[in-house]
């Protein structure tokens, strides 16, 4: 049974930081590209980065140079450190997990709330 489980979210004012977890487990986590994906209220979900299983990233234009993705295969977890935060990115953060032709498995989410 795979299960994906994101820490880490809080309040923080503009200019903060947090850095969110991902601990996955069902998966052989090495092999997956790992993503976060966000959604504010009243919005759809939106892409926010992707780290392949060989530690290549892209993100997001809204968040590149601010966000930074990582992960740990030892660890099976992804992690996704946000600095210089926004009321923008204010929203509910999701783990996702997905090889190509799957569906996918997603997390129940973290909530991110950034305040001016």
């Known amino acids: 049974q795979v299960q994906l489980v994101e820490s880490g979210g809080g309040s923080v004012q503009l200019g903060g930081s947090l850095r969110l977890s991902c601990s996955t487990s069902?998966?052989?986590?090495?092999?997956?590209?790992m993503s976060w994906y966000r959604q504010a209220p009243g919005k759809q979900r939106e892409f926010v980065t992707q780290?392949?299983?060989?530690?290549?990233?892209r993100y997001a234009d809204s968040v590149r140079g601010r966000f930074t993705v990582s992960r740990d295969n030892a660890d099976n977890t992804v992690s996704l450190q946000m600095n210089d935060l926004k009321p923008d990115d204010t929203g509910m953060y999701y783990c996702f997990a997905r090889l190509a032709g799957q569906l996918g498995d997603w997390g129940p989410g973290t909530q991110v709330t950034v305040s001016s």
């Open positions: 069902g998966i052989l986590f090495s092999i997956y590209p």
């Open positions: 780290i392949a299983p060989d530690g290549t990233a």
